[in-house]
């Protein structure tokens, strides 16, 4: 049976705060992170191997690290977890940018020597790890890592772009879920937007062409983008000025909002 996370979300009472990151947190005494990523806790309670992919449009040294971190609290039943390092860089200190949670995992060389020792959840820099990695590993450990975008389609491109199209339909029938967020700014804090993808029940056939893979993400999101906004706006939690604002470089946000009738928005 596919969860409708919508409805989960609100029966937890949740409904007026959810999209408020200061006020999920306080309300449950937990990090902010882990009541952004609630709506796929069962699809992660669940895993033991796979990929799951987290994307912000944040510009930060290291994309959607919140969220990731927060995956780690909900994963413990896999096994041990550490984090690979991308690439030597003449700025190391870059790489500790990061939340506790991942800075106090063994910063191991490669997804290969972290599995060999044993880790199951295995932290990586999408850029850096080739195709033919994460498909040798996915049936096997649990391989979680960001990239940047606020739309599933979009970090699924800005995480696997160099893999060629031949391995963009192996690597989505390993995903568990691909999981994006667009922070909006407001006079009482920070919004969140998200945009999911998870797998549908029955396998997706073949997906040989790039529009192929993208509409099938599109076709199966268990939270849109577009309906997030759209209901913040609805409830005053937003304006447009400040979606627009915050997301200035997204165009399918901007097209988006030109699209929406202003007699059926209810703005601040």
């Known amino acids: 049976m596919r969860v409708n996370f919508k409805r989960e979300v609100r029966s937890q009472g949740l409904a007026d705060d959810r999209y408020n990151v200061v006020a999920m947190s306080q309300q449950r005494q937990e990090p902010a992170a882990l009541e952004i990523i609630e709506p796929i806790r069962n699809l992660l309670d669940r895993a033991h191997s796979g990929l799951v992919l987290f994307g912000s449009v944040k510009i930060k040294e290291h994309y959607a690290a919140d969220l990731v971190a927060a995956s780690l609290h909900v994963t413990d039943h896999v096994g041990p977890a550490a984090r690979v390092k991308p690439r030597n860089r003449g700025t190391p200190a870059k790489e500790w940018l990061v939340p506790d949670e991942i800075k106090e995992l063994p910063y191991l060389p490669s997804i290969e020597s972290a599995f060999d020792q044993g880790y199951r959840r295995i932290i990586y820099h999408p850029n850096y790890t080739d195709a033919d990695t994460l498909l040798q590993y996915a049936d096997d450990a ?122 059926d928005v209810e703005t601040t």
């Open 142 to 263: 649990l391989l979680i890592s960001g990239a940047y975008g606020g739309q599933a389609a979009d970090i699924y491109l800005s995480a696997w772009r160099a893999t060629g199209i031949e391995k963009y339909s192996d690597l989505l029938a390993r995903a568990i879920a691909l999981f994006a967020v667009m922070p909006i700014m407001t006079t009482d804090g920070e919004r969140i937007a998200r945009d999911v993808y998870v797998p549908p029940r029955n396998p997706a056939p073949p997906l040989n062409r790039f529009d192929d893979v993208l509409e099938h993400i599109e076709q199966h999101r268990a939270l849109k983008w577009q309906d997030e906004l759209t209901e913040m706006l609805n409830a005053g939690f937003v304006t447009l000025a400040q979606i627009r604002e915050s997301l200035s470089r997204d165009r399918d946000v901007q097209e988006f909002l030109k699209s929406l009738n202003a007699r």
